[in-house]
């Protein structure tokens, strides 16, 4: 998948528009699919060992993912490994949408782009499940950091 | 003699779902070891009881209970035939295999174990057939000990020999790895328990359909197999158990069905096989199973094993040939069940790519983390093989896996 370096400047909205654009080439075709899926895992840099723990683990996915993050300027940057490629290949995705982003443009989001490419039918039910975790993971990070920044100003009193 | 050889092409005709394509692709069925695909017989037999039968059993006195009723007993006698039981009592229909082991460990354990009494499993074990042991042993403060597993994917009998003793109470184990497709030595392993006073409870779940079954032969105490893994219906499992046992344990679930008088102070249990039967069992699934059971009848098992000993040979050679391919065990007494990783893919991963050649199999840790830690293999792809599937099943299956291994390996 070729994620533009300028995606800073992109909405969460026009990635997801990229990515149904890139899937739309597949016409269908799930073996493709899940090989374009798995390629894009390739291409995720992997975690270092030690990010790998207990806390960054996300349950309730049937292979093994990791997701942890930074605040850099107020935006969210997501880090995220599986030992499993189609798993690294759609936390690819998501990070690719929402990292980098506001926090309310996180908390806020529609993915759309799920129901546009039909992207459950390709991972199966199972998997739904562990996106979905993955995805509310995403969101309370986001939720997380936001109530933090709230706390800290009424601690100044600024709110 | 040789033997005559399995009619293919009638078989899978008698099997509705095998007839069906998967994303435009013909669909491979390799996942029977979690349970198996049904006969039109045994189809049928549902849609005729429910449309023509269907009444409660046991505790009726019209037309349709006693013919319900009826129905359930003839296959409680045809399980008795097909494993060779002594008597008609010993059968209990349980929900499952996993339904029969948890019952056996509750109820014997509360005559038989004592602290400090010990409970022998083994490391090819399915879950089911440790944790209600380990709960067990946890309660009564006894010992729970785990006969090894060579890399041959074979029980270590030396070690087994070394573990036996008095205290051992209860042994527990699989006659078939689900993982493995390994045939454990049981009639050995059972004369070996006795001679210690230690009883035996066989988990037959992946023998059933394979390996003929003979309880007096083997000399089980116990025996537990599901019928869904045998072309049954889910739902449905049976235990064997000696008589003298059934008699001594306790009831498993007390309710209805189970008992000749209740008052609020008093109750008293019914006989054997009906005490250990609480409840409305699944009886459209039962009167089912006899139809499974005597579709492999007619089939015939040595039509079956020659079979499924073709696939299993067509399976090693076509996949030990592949670059990057870990096969687990490698004991020459197994069912055409074949457990292996590609290096460097996770299963998961190649099951997806399997399912989207309309491939079906098992992947993860298949219900036996601790084998699988053993054998350093953090999860697994399963192939599992049933008197339908096809050499040109197998070859499909193993050219996927080389076209993977290429792709990845380039």
């Known amino acids: 998948m070729t994620i533009s370096s300028s995606k800073l400047f992109k909405g969460i909205g026009q990635i997801q528009d990229e990515i149904i654009r890139e899937f739309k080439y597949l016409q269908g075709d799930r073996e493709a699919a899940i090989n374009y899926i798995m390629e894009i895992g390739e291409k995720l840099p992997p975690m270092l060992p030690l990010r790998k723990t207990e806390h960054n683990i996300v349950y309730g996915c049937v292979s093994n993912v990791w997701l942890s993050y930074e605040v850099r300027d107020g935006l969210i940057h997501f880090e995220g490994d599986s030992d499993a490629n189609v798993t690294k290949g759609l936390l690819a995705i998501l990070i690719a949408i929402l990292s980098r982003q506001k926090l309310d443009a996180i908390i806020n989001a529609n993915l759309y782009f799920i129901t546009e490419i039909g992207l459950l039918n390709y991972i199966g039910q199972q998997r739904s499940f562990g996106l979905a975790n993955v995805v509310k993971h995403m969101k309370t990070i986001a939720l997380t950091e936001k109530n933090k920044i709230r706390r800290r100003r009424r601690r100044k009193g600024t709110v | ?410």
């Open chain 2, 1 to 410: 003699m040789p033997h005559s050889k399995l009619d293919i092409s009638n078989i899978r005709a008698q099997f509705p779902v095998l007839n069906q394509t998967v994303y435009d692709k013909p669909f491979i069925y390799l996942d029977n070891a979690a349970t198996t695909q049904k006969p039109a017989s045994v189809i049928s037999s549902t849609v005729d009881y429910y449309s023509s039968y269907n009444a409660n059993v046991h505790r009726g006195i019209h037309f349709l209970s006693d013919r319900s009723t009826s129905a359930v007993e003839s296959t409680r006698r045809y399980v008795q035939k097909f494993i060779n039981a002594k008597g008609i009592c010993e059968i209990i229909f349980t929900k499952s295999t996993t339904d029969s082991i948890n019952l056996v460990a509750s109820t014997y354990s509360k005559i038989s174990l004592l602290p400090g009494d010990q409970v022998v499993i083994s490391a090819m074990e399915h879950h089911s057939n440790i944790l209600p042991w380990q709960a067990v042993c946890k309660e009564k403060k006894a010992e729970l000990k785990v006969i090894p597993v060579l890399e041959t994917g074979e029980l270590d009998m030396e070690q087994l020999k070394i573990m036996m003793s008095g205290k051992v109470k209860i042994v527990s184990l699989c006659y078939v790895s689900n993982t493995l497709g390994t045939i454990n030595p049981i009639k050995e392993i059972i004369a070996i328990a006795h001679k210690f006073g230690a009883v035996v409870l066989v988990d037959a779940a992946q023998a059933l359909a394979h390996i003929p079954i003979d309880v007096q032969d083997l000399d089980c105490d116990f025996l537990a197999a599901s019928a869904h893994k045998a072309y049954g219906p889910t739902g449905v499992g049976i235990l064997y158990a000696k008589q003298k046992y059934l008699e001594e344990m306790p009831p498993y679930q007390l309710g209805g069905g189970m008992v000749d008088n209740v008052s609020f102070n008093s109750v008293t249990y019914s006989s054997i096989p009906h005490k250990f039967e609480a409840g409305t069992p699944n009886i459209a699934g039962i009167i089912a199973f006899e139809q499974a059971l005597k579709f492999i009848d007619e089939v015939g098992f040595e039509k079956i094993q020659s079979h499924e000993s073709n696939l299993l040979q067509c399976l090693l050679e076509s996949l030990s040939i592949l670059k990057n391919v870990v096969l687990l065990g490698s004991s020459i007494h197994r069912v055409s069940i074949i457990s292996m990783y590609i290096k460097g893919i996770h299963s998961l991963d190649v099951g997806m790519l399997l399912d989207a050649n309309g491939i079906a199999v098992r992947t993860g840790n298949l219900c036996t983390q601790p084998l699988l830690d053993l054998f350093k293999a953090p999860n697994v792809v399963r192939i599992s093989c049933a008197m339908y599937n096809t050499e040109q099943e197998i070859l499909q299956i193993s050219k996927k896996f080389n076209t993977f291994i290429e792709k990845l390996y380039r």
